[in-house]
């Protein structure tokens, strides 16, 4: 008895890949030849399977009856590969068909009773970040498995992949027999970034649901600011020449030179204003880190 994948080359052709055999062997209190084979871990889809005489070219000839054994079988009926992400390396973020949601402060669940196992091997999932933040997820699942983050890279060539930031282990504690970890904090700007879920027991028939959360207590996140103002004044700076501050555009003020940069007095940074509020937006990617002046 043999069961077969169908498959196909390069050329087109079909042919057999055995993927089990089991020879029948003669039970002498019956008289029959009998089996039970192995279990076989087979995916969803289309298989074929054989039984062939032993003993045909000497004239032999068998009936047979075919079982299902019920009670050494096992169904993967939580395998989902809907959201596999098989898309990823031509359409990027727009393959993503799973979306965990923004993460903030206020973000608890995240996954709730995912699966991964064999037949759906590892889940992804995108998610947001409107602000910076250092993360850091709590994590559970019933068998070995490995939690990691990404983000999306674009090549030159307008193909994307995935680069890691952080992996974690979820390895079985043998006081609780729980699978569960809090991830290290990880610096991340806000931004879209993705994580997968991996079973690593799948390619053995292993299966585990699992969650993922944000663990508070681990995490922090730093709002936006606005960062309209970072601008410097487009002249050069010359003692004769005195640059309005935005506190007052029409009286000008004293100016000093500090560290080679024009500086406002200490009356007008005692009003609140930042030194790089000047007149003229200009990015201030030549100066040097002035924030002690305000």
């Known amino acids: ?62 009936r047979y009856n075919m079982y299902f054994n019920g009670e050494a079988a096992e169904f993967y009926t939580e395998a989902d590969t809907s959201d596999d992400w098989t898309d990823m390396k031509t359409e990027g973020a727009c393959g993503m068909v799973g979306f965990a949601g923004v993460v903030d402060e206020y973000t608890e669940g995240i996954v709730t009773d ?44 307008g193909t994307f992949s995935l680069k890691t930031l952080q992996s974690t282990a979820l390895v079985r504690d043998k ?60 002249i050069a700076y010359d003692p004769a020449y005195e640059p309005i501050c935005r506190i007052d555009p029409v009286e000008p003020v004293e100016w000093t030179q500090i560290c080679g940069y024009p500086s406002c007095d200490a009356a007008a940074s005692s009003a609140g204003l930042a030194v790089s509020d000047v007149t003229d937006d200009k990015p201030l990617d030549a100066l040097k880190d002035l924030s002690s002046l305000a």
């Not at 196992?117 to 993360?135: E, K, M, Q, S, W």
């Not at 994590?139 to 983000?151: G, I, Q």
């Not at 700007?189 to 508070?216: C, I, K, P, T, W």
Request: aromatic residues 14%; glycine residues 10%; contains cysteine.
């Open 1 to 62: 008895f043999t069961v077969y994948e169908l498959v196909q080359d390069k050329n087109g052709a079909y042919s057999l890949n055995a993927l089990q055999t089991t020879a029948l062997a003669l039970n002498k209190a019956s008289g029959e030849y009998e089996a039970a084979t192995k279990a076989l871990l087979l995916e969803a889809g289309d298989y074929f399977v054989s039984v062939q005489s032993a003993n045909a070219s000497q004239g032999g000839g068998a």
């Open 114 to 157: 995912g699966w991964v196992g064999f037949g759906d091997a590892v889940d992804y999932a995108g998610f947001t970040l409107y602000d910076d933040a250092n993360l850091s997820f709590a994590l559970e699942s019933e068998d070995a498995a490995t939690f990691t983050v990404y983000s999306l890279v674009e090549a030159k060539n």
């Open 175 to 234: 006081l609780s027999g729980k699978c569960a970890v809090n991830t290290k904090a990880l610096s991340l700007e806000a931004g879209d970034y993705f994580f997968s879920m991996r079973s690593d027991n799948a390619a053995q028939g292993g299966g585990a649901h699992y969650n993922v959360s944000l663990n508070a207590a681990g995490s922090e996140f730093f709002p936006l600011e606005d960062d309209g103002d970072d601008y410097w004044d487009a």
